[in-house]
C-alpha cells in the first residue's frame, strides 16, 4: 500500500519525538517516586537528576519550536481550541467505534479527529502544570508555610494521573488498536516517515481528504484523479522531502 | 457472534472495578490503621523535664560527637535546628504567674506516632521501628525530595545540601536507635548532668511525667506533660512549665490536611485511574480484535479500494 498523502513535516515529528522522549523519562520516573512499592529506585540521586534534566528537555523543546516555526506552531496551537458540534457527535459515535469498529456510526473528521484534540490540549495545559508546579516544588521547599508546597505536589500529581493515563491511551490508538494497523500505512508511518496511504486519510480523517483535494468523491470505490501529494503540506514548507 | 450490551456490562464492568478493589502497598503506616498497637500504647519513650533543665547543652555536645556530625561554626547557643544538630535547647522566655521567667526547651524529633513524615516519604526512607515507635530513616535511601521537611508539623526534618545540585540528604535526631536495639540509653539522656533526662518503656515514662507535673503545678499551675496524647502518642515527652502556646508549640498539632489527601485520595485514585486505563484498553484491544476478525471473514474478496468510511 503507497503511502502518498503527507500528514505531517519533519519539524512537528521531530518535535513529537523529542518531547516523547523527554516526557518516557519524567513519566517512568514520576512512577518510581510515586508508586511505594518500587521506593527502592526511588532513592539515591539518580531518579530524581533523570526527572529534572528530562524537565528542562521538555521545557525547551516546545520553545524552540515556537521560535523556529512560529507560524507552524501557532496553527497548531489554534487547532485545539476550535471546538463544535461535530466534537459532541464524534464522542456518541466513540465507545462503538472504538469497541466494536462501527466505522459507518462515525462521522468524518477533520486534519485531527476530536480524541485527538482532546490529547493535544491536554498537553498543552500540562506542559505549563507541570512547568510551573515543578519549579515550585523546588523552590517553595525551604518555606516557612507548606501551602504553596502541598497545592504544587496536588497539581503536579493530578497532571501526571491524567497525562499518564492518556498516554497510555495515545499509544494503545497509535500502534496497537486494529483500525490504526497496518503499521506501515498508518498513524505510526505518519508520525515517523510523514505519511500515510490515501486509504487511510479517506477512512479516518475524510473531511480533511477531502479539504487538501478539493475533491468530492461521490463514488468511494473508484481511484478518483487526486494530487499525489497534500497541497497544504507542501505550501506550508516549500522543500518539504518526504 | 453477536455481543449483547448485557453481556458486554457483565465483562467490563467487572474488569474495570479490579483496580479500585486492589490496595495500593503503603509504607508501614497503612491509610487505615496506623502502626502496630504495640507501638502506639508500648515501645520505648524520653522524657525531658523542662523545669530540670537549665540550658547547659551537654545533650547537644553528646548527640553531635555519638552522630560525628560536623562541629559548628562558632559558639554559642543554636536558634534552630538543623542537618547538623539534631537537637538543640533553646532559653526563651515564658510568663508564669504575671512575672517572665527562662524557660529551655530541647528541640529534637518527637517521633510522633502518627508520624506525617513516614505518611509523605516518597523512598520508604522514614519508618517506625515496630518495637520501639522510633522513626528511623535509611540513609541510603533518602533522596533528599523534601516531603518531609515541608510536612512535619513540628518542622524537625532538616535537609543539606543545595538543591540545584540534586545532592540532598534529610537528618533528624534517631534516638540513637542502634544503641536502643541493643538495650542502651540514647547518649544524651546518658549524659545529662542534671538528670532532666529519663529514658524506658513509654508508659512508664508517661507515669513518671503525669506524677512530676502533678508536684509541679503547685508552683506553675499551667504546666502540662507535651506527648502524651497528641499525635497519637509521642515518644519524646517534655515537661513544660507553662502551656505549650507559651513555647510556640502547637496546641493541637496533626498530620496536615494536605498529607493525609495526597496519600489517602490522590494517590491511590492515581493508582486506580492508571489501572483502570490499563484494563479499559486491554478490553477494547479484546473487542476490537474479535470485531476485526469478524469483519475481515465477511469480506471474501480482496480489497480494491473497498470502502472502510461511509
Known sequence: METEIIRYSRPVRWLHWTYAGAFLVLFLTGVIIFIPALDKLAGGEWTRMFHRGAAILLFVEPIAYLILYPNSAWRGIKETFIWSKDDLDWARAMPRYYFFLDEKAMPPQGHINTGQKLWWLMVLVSWVVFAVTGVLIVVSKGLPTRALFEWSIMLHDVAFIGTGCMLFVHIFLSVIHPLMRPLRSGPWNAMVHGTVSREYARSHHRKWYEEINKVEIRNTDSPDSVPLVSSTAVDRFPGLRR | ?310
Open chain 2, 1 to 310: 457472534m453477536e455481543l449483547s450490551r448485557r453481556d458486554f456490562m457483565k465483562f467490563s464492568v467487572p474488569a474495570l472495578c479490579l483496580p479500585l478493589v486492589s490496595k495500593p502497598q503503603g509504607s508501614i503506616t497503612s491509610l487505615a490503621g496506623g502502626p502496630a498497637l504495640s507501638v502506639r500504647t508500648g515501645g520505648k519513650a524520653i522524657l525531658y523535664d523542662g523545669s530540670k533543665c537549665n540550658g547547659c547543652r551537654a545533650c547537644e555536645v553528646a548527640c553531635r560527637r555519638a552522630n560525628r556530625l560536623a562541629p559548628l561554626p562558632q559558639q554559642g547557643p543554636q536558634l534552630d535546628l538543623s542537618p547538623n544538630s539534631w537537637t538543640v535547647v533553646k532559653t526563651t522566655e515564658v510568663v508564669v504567674n504575671g512575672k517572665a521567667e527562662k524557660a529551655a526547651l530541647r528541640l529534637q524529633c518527637l517521633h510522633c506516632t502518627d508520624a506525617t513524615c513516614v505518611k509523605v516519604c516518597s523512598t520508604g526512607t522514614l519508618r517506625h521501628n515496630e518495637v520501639t515507635g522510633i522513626v528511623e530513616f535509611d540513609r541510603d535511601k533518602c533522596n533528599g525530595c523534601g516531603y518531609c521537611v515541608q510536612e512535619c508539623p513540628f518542622h524537625v526534618p532538616r535537609v543539606s545540601g543545595t538543591d540545584a545540585s540534586g545532592q540532598q540528604q534529610m537528618f533528624k535526631c534517631t534516638m540513637c536507635s542502634t544503641r536502643v536495639n541493643t538495650n542502651r540509653r540514647p547518649v544524651c539522656v546518658d549524659v545529662c548532668p542534671f538528670h532532666a533526662l529519663s529514658f524506658g518503656h513509654r508508659e512508664q515514662m508517661v507515669n513518671e511525667g503525669s506524677d512530676r507535673v502533678k508536684n509541679l503545678r503547685a508552683t506553675y499551675p499551667d504546666a502540662t506533660l507535651y506527648g502524651k496524647d497528641e499525635l497519637g502518642g509521642l515518644h519524646v515527652l517534655r515537661i513544660l512549665k507553662a502551656s505549650p502556646l507559651a513555647y510556640g508549640l502547637p496546641e493541637r498539632p496533626e498530620v496536615p490536611a494536605g498529607a493525609t489527601f495526597w496519600r489517602g485520595v490522590v494517590h491511590p485514585l492515581g493508582l486506580g485511574l492508571g489501572g483502570l486505563a490499563v484494563v479499559g484498553l486491554a478490553a477494547n484491544y479484546v473487542f476490537a480484535s474479535q470485531a476485526n476478525k469478524e469483519r475481515k471473514g465477511e469480506t471474501k474478496e480482496p480489497e480494491s479500494g473497498g470502502s472502510h468510511g461511509n
